[in-house]
């Protein structure tokens, strides 16, 4: 009661800390958009501002020398001296753009104030738009003496030249819209402003259509600049994603490192547990075995008492079932930890299956159970640990055993397979698994509902172990069941367990009639090992 009030207390404290961080998260997260005056996130506006002051950096020469071209071209219908004070101006706002992008870069960005930084950029802007809007005003005095074809090719010239600077700043400057707008609006304002000033001195309403023109083009370039905008901060938004989900990673793995460290720890207590506790339930098992043995076998004289005696042989049947018990889970803790050591040596199948059938005969006798053996005669021998062979028959004897009612039959069946290897089966007319349930009984500890209600006690450790002890070997096992009309166990050694007979040897003195090791002929030998099959594949139809 206590546990689970302790954990109900944990949880709700946790849960309650959960709370507090996701509400001052939001809390900072409010007041940082309050203090920068947008709803884009700072980390985001920072990165939008930078992005804007690496693009003028990088492309750094591309306006002054764009404006240089321009202020020479414009020497077609203005003077000299307005070409250059115009060229003075645009390159002196360029320049002073230029020095507060570095200023920026040179900055931590703890220390940056984006509200201030972001004002200092859109007043340069504001200014770089002015002088090039100035371009407008250049050779302006001269219209009275200029011809009507140098007229119309300035104004063209002068919508080509809004065109290439409005998609300039677009690229530039898109990450923050203010800053294009900025930069753009004086300039269209004054272009439009000498088109239609020009179309009423002159009369003419081509003038009034490249003034509608230059407005739309400059909706259309913001058009596009928004759309550059959002692809920008949806990029910006995709990269703090890949940043929280590598930090989710990195955390992750940190915990699963210190979850496999903690395994490892609790593994190696378990193995230092059961290595202690074996010794220490072994020897006092050992001595109540071995007296109750003695007085159930009224060794030492008859015992008066028929109910003593009825408690010698409880406490003997007691004993054993515990020892087996003790063997079971350290031999399963050894194969899961891989220090059980195989004892090979060469074997027959059906000299293990006639060991296990004797001894289980009396048990079955007195059950009622019939046990049928049928072996494969002449069948060659297998390299195999004995031992753990006859661990993993007795096991799947005795679960047939138990599990099969009085009046049932066991089979017993060792056999080639068709690749070679050999099955060792075992089936009885018991009640059977449900297919739903096998995967639980193969599990330690595991049993089936049906089984549990009908069949003896037992622990749920022999399965696993066969099934643990038989892949040591290389081979599989199976097991097959339907209700009510009993289970099956195969088991499979591959051919590479089988061992081949040898032919006889030359006899000795007929070595000298051979040929000369220079006449023979050369003999390729192969031998062929195919690999193990499916589970499906055991058995002949």
Known sequence: MNASVKSEDIAYLRGRREDRQRSSEQVRAMRSQLT???NVKPEFEYELLRMFVRNEMTAAATMPALSIILSIAS?????????????????SAKVLLLELCRRFIALDPADVDIRVWRRRFVIAEVLSGMTWAGFALVGIANYATASESTLFSSH???????IVVLAIRMTFASTIMPIMHAGTIPMTTAVVGRLIMLGGLVGDPLYYALASMAVGIHLYFVF????????????????????????????AKLISDEARRRAESANKAKSRFLATMSHELRTPLNAIM???EVMKGEVLGKMPNATYLDYAENIHSS??????LINEILDLSRIEAGKYELNEEPLRLEDIADDCQRLLDLRAQKKGLRIIEDCTPDLPHIWADPRAMR????????????FTPSGGQIYITVRRATDGGQLLTVRDTGPGIPKEEIPKVMKAFGQGSLAHQTAEGGTGLGLPIVKNLIELHGGLFELRSQLRKGTEAIVYLPPQRVLQAVGPLQPYGLER????????????VTRRHPAAPSPENYARA
Do not use: Y
């Open 224 to 251: 596009l600049a928004v759309g550059l905008n959002s692809t920008a901060f949806a990029m910006l938004e995709f990269r703090a994603q890949k940043d929280v989900l590598i930090s989710e990673l990195e955390e």
């Open 290 to 292: 071995g007296f109750s």
């Open 75 to 91: 020497l077609l219908w203005a003077t000299p001296l307005e070409a250059a004070i115009w060229l003075v101006l645009v390159i």
């Open 391 to 402: 661990q993993i028959c007795l096991n799947l004897m005795s679960n047939a055993l138990k």
């Open 319 to 324: 004993g054993s079932h515990l020892l087996n």
């Open 36 to 38: 920068s005056g947008s």
């Open 156 to 162: 063209v010239f002068i919508f080509a030249m809004l």
């Open 513 to 524: 009639h051979r040929e000369p090791v220079s006449r023979r002929q050369p003999r390729l």
